[in-house]
């Protein structure tokens, strides 16, 4: 009769040569479970769903719940609301994987508002990827007064694969100062919403919030900045020269 008996030792030494094995197969369950998970998984339709995307500095975990929570308690009917943060090189060190990541997600057809840079507005516009905003800025539109002329015509531009008509296609985030207030970086960074948007009513009414905060009082080390700029601007002649 075959001995089948295993002891300590030889439980020990079958480990030892085959413990990959195990890692591999649990591994292969983890991901059977989350593929079945995700394939199950309960989908909002289109106008049910809000996503706002912060392409520029790095912005923390707790500030976009901080806003995914507010964009929440403006928009109950919402059944997912999304805020997150695609990273440009913040490093200064030539990462480039958020400037791809960017292009992928505009590609797919995925978010709703977008606050990205002149440059990025400049590239995707011109392919069609924004919806102009001109009602919202005119007499009478929902943002009428909020924005400067001069502002207004910082995000005014003829897109390449548009109508051949100049239209305003975003507007500066520079006095979003709640935003600025969680500290994000807006300074050079565009507020608009895409052309493709599945749920395009809540886009606009999302745009409109947010530009909202452009009425909300600046912090206080803004103030304490300008002072200062102001201050070495009157007295720059009486700085000593370097070199």
Same mark, same amino acid.
């Given at each position: 009769?075959?001995n089948t008996?295993?002891?300590?030792?030889?439980?020990? &030494?079958?480990?030892?040569?085959?413990?990959? #094995?195990?890692?591999? %197969?649990a591994?292969?369950?983890?991901?059977?479970? &989350?593929?079945?998970?995700?394939?199950?998984? *309960?989908?909002? +339709? #289109?106008d049910?769903?809000?996503?706002?995307?912060?392409?520029?500095?790095?912005?923390? $975990?707790? %500030?976009?719940?901080?806003?995914?929570?507010?964009? #929440?308690e403006?928009? +109950?009917?919402?059944?997912?609301?999304?805020?997150?943060?695609?990273?440009?090189?913040?490093t200064?060190?030539?990462? *480039?994987?958020?400037?791809?990541?960017?292009?992928?997600?505009?590609? =797919?057809?995925e978010?709703?508002?977008?606050?990205?840079?002149?440059?990025?507005?400049?590239?995707?516009?011109?392919?069609?990827?924004?919806? +102009?905003?001109?009602?919202? %800025?005119?007499a009478?539109?929902?943002?009428?007064?909020?924005?400067t002329?001069?502002?207004?015509?910082?995000?005014?531009?003829?897109?390449?694969?548009?109508?051949?008509?100049?239209?305003?296609?975003?507007? +500066?985030?520079?006095?979003?100062?709640?935003? %600025? /207030?969680?500290?994000?970086?807006? /300074?050079?960074? *565009?507020?608009?919403? $895409? /052309?493709? /948007?599945?749920?395009?009513?809540?886009?606009?009414?999302?745009?409109?919030?947010? =530009?909202?905060?452009? &009425?909300?009082?600046?912090?206080?080390?803004?103030?304490?900045?300008?002072?200062?700029?102001?201050?070495?601007?009157?007295? #720059?002649?009486?700085?000593?020269?370097?070199?």
């Open positions: 009769m075959i008996r295993w002891n300590w030792e030889d439980i020990k &030494q079958h480990f030892a040569y085959t413990w990959w #094995a195990y890692v591999l %197969v591994a292969l369950m983890l991901f059977g479970w &989350q593929m079945a998970y995700h394939a199950t998984e *309960y989908e909002p +339709p #289109a049910k769903k809000l996503q706002i995307t912060i392409a520029g500095d790095y912005v923390s $975990t707790t %500030v976009l719940e901080y806003y995914q929570q507010r964009a #929440a403006e928009f +109950p009917e919402m059944e997912r609301i999304t805020v997150d943060n695609i990273p440009l090189d913040f200064g060190e030539g990462d *480039y994987s958020g400037y791809t990541k960017l292009q992928v997600v505009i590609a =797919c057809g978010g709703d508002v977008y606050l990205l840079d002149r440059e990025m507005l400049g590239i995707y516009g011109n392919m069609g990827a924004f919806e +102009p905003l001109d009602d919202l %800025v005119m009478e539109g929902a943002l009428e007064g909020m924005f002329e001069e502002e207004i015509e910082r995000g005014t531009f003829v897109a390449e694969d548009g109508d051949g008509q100049e239209h305003v296609y975003a507007l +500066p985030a520079d006095r979003l100062y709640g935003l %600025v /207030s969680q500290g994000v970086d807006t /300074s050079g960074l *565009y507020l608009t919403i $895409t /052309s493709y /948007s599945g749920n395009p009513e809540y886009a606009r009414k999302a745009l409109i919030w947010l =530009c909202g905060q452009t &009425q909300e009082e600046p912090p206080a080390w803004m103030n304490d900045l300008e002072e200062l700029e102001d201050e070495l601007g009157e007295n #720059a002649d009486k700085l000593p020269e370097i070199g």
